[in-house]
């Protein structure tokens, strides 16, 4: 699996649709200071379904639309695509191409879409899960990351290797069982109590 193309649009400074393509291997993206290198690794991190503004970089999560500038009015809505390029089977859907595309109004107003058909967060995250991809993922490594990771608690960096090594996902699903165990046992209970009541 390999991220095929990035599509801006009104995304911090790419206010005009701007779509990069990539292949397999390494790809570099070069440019002077301040040109909005980072603001294309934001523009993945938070279309994988980035909850904190903090991690891309900004106060609000408003703060991801295009503000205006250079001559340029405001943007009303940010959106970006990712179309990752699934032939080898990685992400658990029958396609050989997934396009996840989350788009934000000013308003407040936003959805996720999976190959066009509008979805939750949820979904993106269950997607991405597993691959090493996603939300709290260490696909996108960000300036001074590295030490962090190299001088967090051990507990806390065990987190990381068991989401690395894509036990995160199954975890979650333990915790899910849990729960609807533990409220099919009150239902049961319940009826018990009501059966015991009529006798
Ligand atoms: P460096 O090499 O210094 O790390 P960079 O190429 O990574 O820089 P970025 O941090 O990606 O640059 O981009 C910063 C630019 O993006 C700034 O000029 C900033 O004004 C602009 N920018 C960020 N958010 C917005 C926004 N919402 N609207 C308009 N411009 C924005």
Redesign the pocket.
Known sequence: MHLKSLTLKGF??FPDRTKLAFGPGVSVVV?P???????VTDAVLWAMGEQSPLAIRGQSMQ???????HGRKASQSAEVELVLDNSDGTLEMEFAEVSIMRRLDRNGDGEYRLNGARCRLADVLEVLSDTGLGKESHSVISQGRVEAIVTSKPKDRRLLIEEAAGLGKHRKRRRRAQLKLARTQDNLDRALDVEREAR
């Open positions: 911090k400074s440019g200071n301040g040109s909005g290198k980072s603001n703060d991801v639309i295009f503000g205006g500038g």
